[in-house]
């Protein structure tokens, strides 16, 4: 895929795309330092989180799609129960991560969604990936492993944070992979309300059996669970699937690489992080890998989700 064809997948719809992908990845920055500033239990808020995103969305998704449980048949719902699974290790994963290291590192490692996406659908959807796609997918994967021995070699707790940080983008990835194989017959809406209400079951129950509370014992904690739940789930969430139903998601992908340098800007600012001189080629590869991946995928037709 060229700039010029990525550009066409804004051109007939530019203002509404446009304003789609700065909702987004505005609300993707504003996020995340939410999510580090108010620093709760990643159980206890991945549970509010998917239970309050499902009392949201399941009211949407009967009025989109009157009756749409009825015709979800028994392998979608295996399916889902997988991809709501997955959702609650992306979640927790992704604030373990943001606790251990700074917001830019954080964001770069997260940004191999796409990556960890192609190769999943290589299984699952049976695609075929072009030599572009490969390359980038090397190049990226390569900043990884050098960023972890590096990584390791200055701070040891960087290798518990990488961990968490690629099961999340990994995890985000089977979420979004199983998404694209059951939503033939049910809305993104119905999709989103099903699998948050899983994901909100699944933490639960989790919670339950390993006696961790997800009792909020803070007024000011019900503060950050509720601005957590708008950004992430309504505005990144809802939005993202709004923009994909006409555009592209290698430029969605290419534009969240803006957030990198702007997170870490932020990190700095507001935390007082920095990141290491002797990380930076590691993270350059990554994203310069991450930028070949997207920019190499085949145009498809966009479909309706």
């Given at each position: 895929m060229s700039l010029s064809a990525a550009g066409d997948r804004i051109s007939g719809h530019r203002y509404r795309d446009i304003l789609y992908l700065f909702t987004?990845?505005?609300a993707a920055l504003i996020l995340n330092p939410i999510v580090l500033a108010y620093a709760m239990d990643p159980l206890l808020v991945t549970f509010w989180r998917c239970f309050f995103g499902?009392?949201?969305?399941i009211p949407i998704a009967l009025f989109t799609q009157p009756g749409f449980y009825r015709k979800i048949v028994k392998s979608q719902w295996g399916y889902m129960v997988i991809a709501g699974a997955a959702l609650s290790i992306h979640f927790i994963g992704l604030m373990q991560g943001l606790y251990q290291v700074s917001l830019g590192i954080a964001l770069t490692i997260m940004s191999t969604g796409a990556i960890w996406i192609g190769l999943i659908g290589i299984?699952?959807?049976r695609q075929v990936l072009t030599p572009g796609q490969w390359a980038g997918l090397v190049a990226g994967v390569g900043g990884?492993?050098?960023?972890?021995?590096?990584g390791n070699s200055f701070e040891a707790r960087n290798s518990t944070a990488l961990l968490w940080l690629l099961?999340?983008?990994?995890s985000g990835a089977v979420y979004v992979v199983i998404g694209q194989k059951v939503r033939a017959t049910i809305t993104n809406f119905s999709y989103v309300a099903i699998v948050f209400s899983v994901a909100a079951i699944i933490s639960l129950v989790y919670s339950l059996i390993t006696q961790n509370s997800i009792m909020v014992e803070k007024s000011s904690d019900w503060v950050g669970i509720l601005l957590i739940t708008f950004f992430g789930q309504i505005l990144v969430h809802a939005v993202s699937n709004l923009y994909l139903k006409h555009g592209e998601a290698a430029v969605l992908q290419l534009t969240t690489l803006i957030q990198i340098p702007l997170v870490a800007i932020i990190g700095w600012l507001l935390f007082d992080q920095q990141i290491g001189l002797e990380v930076i080629p590691a993270l350059v590869l990554t994203i310069v890998g991450l930028v070949i991946f997207?920019?190499?995928?085949?145009?498809?037709?966009?479909?309706?989700?």
């Open positions: 987004i990845n505005t499902a009392l949201i969305f299984f699952i959807l990884i492993v050098l960023y972890a021995y590096i099961a999340s983008a990994s997207n920019l190499a995928q085949p145009k498809t037709p966009a479909s309706e989700n």
